[in-house]
């Protein structure tokens, strides 16, 4: 059984490097969308702001640390949220240029896919064909069809070692297979990792695991046999299944997460203008539920995080 769970803490994941330019015009990109975004997140409710950047020309995906310097000391300044930087990056990234941000910064958090795997987006480029905004659209989608999301063991480690270890930054396991799950425990029975783990159960993406009910009944079973109450349980789902997932998650016991990374709408065919929007939805619905929001600080002592004053920004 996952640790008590008290209050919930709500992720925004602000911007992300799956949603392209052409699929919303509310789409944070530039710097200061990416800080405005964030900040709204947060005074909506969310504790942790989960972080990617984008080239401000064109909204595409970068690593670049300057980009993030941006706007990473302004959401420091005006929110006492918990950052949690991507080492996911964009596809195509080697794990080197997917730190940069995250070891020049030294958050709270960090995000880290474990494993491996095919991650689709290419069956979303036909919807939008012949309405382009940059020629880089369709070829980033395009090129997922023979691509590969690489995090190996080695990847893996060098992460734990260099970030964990060397900037005592604390991470956000993003499992998005029951197979995630025991790497994670491979790792926890090794000592790389340490309890408590802050366990995010991903639905919905091609390559992973199905937005099926039953699969997040079994993934919540797998992660309770593995690491019992030593981690955290939180749930995010791609798409139309934020809301219905995210619900589920509550009544479930877990936290959750939202935000324009993993859906572009707000209900069916209504695109979300903001990331403060979903946040307060998913709050009405858990309070509606009788549960209360965590706070940033309560957020920390849950999963016992550094403190805001540590980090490199």
């Not at 699929?23 to 990617?52: C, D, K, Q, R, V």
């Not at 300044?77 to 030294?106: C, D, F, S, Y």
């Not at 479930?252 to 065919?269: A, Q």
Request: aromatic share 8%; charged share 20%; proline share 6%.
């Amino acid at each position: 059984m996952a640790a008590p769970r008290k209050k919930v803490i709500i992720t925004c994941a602000v911007t992300g490097s799956i949603h392209t330019p052409t699929m919303s015009p509310y789409l944070p990109i530039t710097p200061n969308e990416i800080a405005e975004g964030a900040i709204g997140a947060f005074e909506a409710g969310a504790s942790i702001l989960h972080l990617h950047a984008r080239d401000p020309k064109d909204g595409k995906p970068t690593p670049d640390p300057k980009v993030f310097m941006e706007f990473l000391p302004r959401i420091k300044q005006a929110t006492n949220a918990v950052v949690n930087i991507t080492t996911g990056g964009g596809h195509n990234m080697t794990v080197q240029q997917r730190l940069e941000a995250p070891l020049r910064a030294k958050p709270e958090m960090c995000s880290c896919n474990m494993g491996s795997m095919n991650f689709g987006l290419h069956h979303i480029a036909p919807k939008y064909e012949g309405k382009w905004k940059h020629a880089w659209e369709p070829q980033y989608l395009e090129a997922t069809r023979d691509g590969i999301f690489r995090n190996t063991f080695k990847d893996i480690e060098y992460m734990m070692k260099e970030l964990g270890e060397g900037c005592g930054t604390k991470f956000e396991f993003e499992c998005y297979d029951i197979g995630h799950l025991y790497n994670l425990a491979h790792f926890l029975d090794r000592k790389i990792v340490k309890p408590p783990l802050f366990v995010q159960s991903i639905f919905g993406i091609l390559g992973g695991i199905g937005a099926d009910p039953e699969n997040l009944d079994h993934m919540k079973r797998i992660a309770d046999k593995l690491f019992g109450d030593q981690y955290h349980w939180s749930v995010l789902a791609a798409g139309r299944h934020q809301m219905a997932f995210t619900t589920m998650a509550g009544i479930y016991g877990g936290h959750v997460r939202v935000g324009l990374e993993d859906s572009i709408y707000l209900g069916k065919g209504q695109l979300a203008k903001t990331n403060a929007e979903q946040v307060t939805k998913i709050r009405m619905i858990l309070e509606a539920l009788g549960h209360e929001i965590a706070t940033p600080d309560e957020a920390r002592a849950m999963l016992d995080l550094k403190g805001a004053s540590n980090v490199g920004f």
